[in-house]
């Protein structure tokens, strides 16, 4: 069975274990043609819709491939669903365990491209930094089962019984604990792909990636102060890339690439490579390495 079959017959499995509560749908999550750009899309059937989890079918298929079953994958899938269903349910209803207490330190900031977002961010508090918005999460993760998160509402808030800036200043806490890092984009790609197409990288070791340990709306590292950024970063400028929600990638300023330049290859990836739900702007930010800030560009 191809990849194409094998996915329609993945998603019609998981539709019939999980029953007529959910709606199981196949989405090109990186708008590509591999298996790793495909996940599933599991919902509520009823209500607005709302995602519950995202899976990644290329573990299944590369087991299907092997001859081996692919009963471990859907199993963890359910778990995953079932879990999510729980979080969504308790933090909607404002029903977790001693309340704000309870969820604080599972609290952490998301960048969003305020421009494409007007709707999403009239339901949410939040606050301006450069041109985005900085958003709220509730994130948790579950052992054998993945990393969820849940974005903290005006209603969810008011249920919590907090200020934005009481928000602000516990994710801005919880940020600085998040183990974020800036590594070569060179070493990661040696580590996550073949020799040969990481070969094709082996001579450009200027570009930067910075992101947390989850990988998950990574780009609020952007509010991690100059102290991290001058200590990881040093004085050189940077232009610094908003890829996507999950990450940044700075190039050297003094680079032969022009600001433009740099704008255009960011515009190409978010139309041939994300999602919309993952896009954070169109433009690229600079790290000004005297002063230790990012800034806009203009």
């Not at 008011?158 to 600085?176: F, H, M, P, S, V």
């Not at 929600?245 to 978010?270: C, G, K, S, Y």
Request: net charge negative; charged share 30%.
């Amino acid at each position: 069975m191809d990849f194409n079959g094998f996915i329609k017959d993945f998603c019609t499995q998981v539709q019939k274990r999980l029953g007529e509560n959910y709606l199981v749908t196949v989405e090109n999550i990186r708008k590509g043609r591999e298996p790793g750009d495909y996940a599933l899309c599991v919902r509520n059937a009823a209500g607005e819709g709302k995602a519950l989890a995202y899976f990644s079918v290329e573990e299944a298929y590369s087991d299907h491939q092997r001859g081996l079953s692919i009963e471990p994958a859907l199993d963890k899938l359910l778990e995953k669903t079932r879990c999510a269903s729980r979080f969504l349910k308790e933090t909607e209803s404002g029903r977790m365990s001693s309340g704000w207490k309870g969820v604080k330190d599972c609290v952490y900031p998301m960048m969003i491209w305020p421009g494409r977002n007007r709707e999403l961010l009239s339901m949410l508090p939040h606050r301006q930094f450069l041109d985005l918005s900085v958003g709220y999460i509730i994130r948790r993760t579950y052992p054998g089962v993945g990393t969820i998160a849940v974005k903290i509402t005006k209603d969810l808030q008011k249920l919590l019984g907090i200020t934005e800036e009481e928000l602000y200043q516990q994710a801005l806490k919880n940020l600085k604990e998040d183990h974020y890092q800036i590594r070569n984009m060179a070493e990661i790609i040696r580590e996550n792909f073949t020799e040969e197409e990481a070969e094709k990288f082996a001579d450009d070791d200027s570009l930067l990636v910075l992101t947390n340990e989850e990988k998950w709306y990574g780009a609020a590292g952007v509010l991690l102060g100059k102290d991290f950024f001058q200590r990881t970063l040093g004085r050189r400028s940077y232009y610094v890339i908003p890829s996507s929600i999950h990450e940044l990638m700075f190039a050297p300023a003094d680079t032969i690439w022009e600001e433009e330049e740099v704008n255009w290859m960011l515009r190409q990836v978010n139309r041939e490579q994300l999602s919309e739900e993952e896009w954070l702007n169109d433009h690229v930010y600079i790290y000004n390495g005297w002063t230790g800030e990012i800034e806009n560009m203009n």
